[in-house]
């Protein structure tokens, strides 16, 4: 701009449009292939959680909603799994920050920023997670950073948990 004075105590600071984190601070990019498996063990976890509440409602309750539920038409199955998608997402995620899959795989979900997720951002991701054909936008992500439409539109990656420091040498009496 023309005539502009930097230094013009009266004029309003001017604030950075882009803040610019380190690769450092996000933490190592998770590889597709173990994120793959993070789905794989999620999606084990998520059938067992499907059998574990039909034998509890079954044994506590009654088998009338179980044979409802066989005899349902194909949406229903599908209302319910996306459920228990949202549910089992959105609690790990919001609560503890990995899933059972990210917690065998030594990964975790974190911020655009490099910090843990808040429960809004999971419940996010897991809604992304519904899209149809969502799955596939991982594969065509870039390798060096993969990320797919769960992660793009809320603003998450998943990166390589940070390893503990090592404890320091026990001294051995002689």
């Not at 882009?18 to 292939?33: F, H, Q």
């Not at 079954?58 to 229903?76: E, G, R, S």
């Not at 054909?133 to 990320?147: G, K, T, Y």
């Amino acid at each position: 701009m023309e005539g502009h004075d930097t230094q013009d105590p009266y004029r309003a600071p001017i604030a950075a449009t882009e803040v610019v984190i380190s690769p450092e601070a996000l933490g190592e990019p998770a590889a597709k292939v173990r994120r793959f498996f993070n789905w794989l063990i999620d999606k084990v976890m998520i059938w067992g959680l499907a059998m574990l509440v039909g034998i509890l409602n079954a044994t506590f309750v009654d088998d009338t909603w179980m044979a409802w539920l066989m005899t349902a038409p194909w949406w229903v199955d599908y209302v319910f799994g996306c459920v228990l998608v949202l549910i089992y997402y959105t609690l790990m995620e919001g609560l503890f920050g990995v899933t059972v899959g990210k917690l065998i795989t030594g990964t975790r979900v974190v911020d655009e920023h490099g910090q843990r997720v808040a429960f809004l951002r999971a419940l996010l991701r897991s809604l992304c997670r519904l899209i149809p054909f969502e799955i596939f936008s991982l594969l065509v992500s870039d390798d060096a950073n993969p990320r797919g439409w769960h992660d793009s539109l809320p603003r998450t990656r998943v990166v390589m948990r940070r390893s503990r420091p090592p404890l320091p040498p026990v001294a051995v009496a002689e």
